[in-house]
């Protein structure tokens, strides 16, 4: 039988073929640490070094993904000279380019996003005078880092759009509500959809590396499965959103429908507005019904 043509190449393509680049100040951003850890790090041999570009350092997402191995590590209790002998072990035994393509599957950076510093006055271009009262809470939620008198976000697209938000007449204190009630239900489905991608692949033994002979399927396996997981989450938040939107519509025209022939819902119109109608609806303000009687 003929073979099947190869499939095009689409956005679905595996991200690792746009690596990023990060001078050693983004990079600590970037994997949440700092410049003098990252300094630390390679001193000991837990960090590869960068390229070199004239006097400048570059790293890339494999250095990324080391350091937030190293971060998960130090969390959990463990020594940098434990973390030394391990990724030295680990290193020993195997293929070390097949060890930092896996490391760099499973640990790298999922937006490519670089981070961008704002000034006190850009800020408050963008969010308003209210803006140095919802410095701590942008903070908080990671969306800024203060970096002396300036405040540095790593995902400036996210800043963006809570900037529009808050231009169209959401207070920048609800919205922050509402990322931070928000964000535990994102974190639950990340958590559900990782938990599924391990059960499928991960058939090796908890205290072992998977083979050399195998990193190199896996490691493809994961960068095709990485950017499907982000097609789920967006679709499904967009299903719910027109679900949520419509059902909220619904209920209103019934409400004006009702107000406009200026009586009470029947108890069968009564039901049915109280089966579609979300939660949000029943917290926005509504003009008050008209009874029914009528002056005589």
């Not at 006055?121 to 809470?137: D, H, M, N, V, Y």
């Not at 519509?249 to 049915?272: C, F, H, M, N, S």
């Amino acid at each position: 039988m003929p073979k099947s043509p190869t499939p095009p190449e689409t956005e679905l393509a595996p991200e690792r073929a746009t690596d990023s680049e990060y001078t050693v100040d983004e990079l600590a951003r970037v994997a949440n640490t700092t410049v003098r850890n990252v300094r630390a790090y390679q001193d000991r041999d837990l960090l590869m070094p960068p390229d070199k570009r004239g006097r400048v350092g570059i790293y890339n997402d494999s250095h990324v993904a080391r350091l937030k191995l190293i971060n998960h590590l130090l969390a959990r209790g463990y020594t940098l000279s434990n973390i030394q002998d391990l990724i030295k072990a680990i290193d020993d035994g195997g293929d070390l380019r097949s060890i930092l393509g896996l490391e760099n599957a499973i640990g790298g950076p999922w937006s490519h996003a670089r981070p961008k510093t704002y000034s006190l006055p850009e800020l408050i271009k963008l969010f308003g005078p209210q803006a140095p009262s919802s410095l701590t809470r942008l903070a908080e939620l990671g969306l800024l880092e203060r970096k002396g008198l300036s405040f540095v976000a790593r995902n400036p697209a996210m800043l963006d759009a809570a900037a529009a938000t808050v231009r169209e007449g959401i207070p920048a204190r609800e919205l922050l509500d509402v990322l931070e009630e928000a964000r535990p239900h994102f974190d639950a489905i990340a958590r559900v959809l990782v938990e599924m991608v391990v059960r499928h692949l991960d058939r090796y033994d908890a205290g072992a590396l998977p083979p050399a002979t195998d990193m190199p399927a896996l490691v493809d396996a994961i960068w095709r499965l990485r950017p499907l997981s982000t097609v789920f989450v967006e679709n499904e938040i967009l299903r719910a959103l027109e679900e949520q939107s419509s059902d909220y519509l619904g209920g209103r025209v019934a409400t004006i429908l009702d107000q406009k022939l200026g009586r009470r819902a029947t108890p069968e119109l009564e039901a049915q507005t109280a089966e579609t109608a979300p939660a949000a609806a029943e917290k926005a303000p509504r003009a008050p019904k008209k009874t029914a009687s009528k002056k005589r």
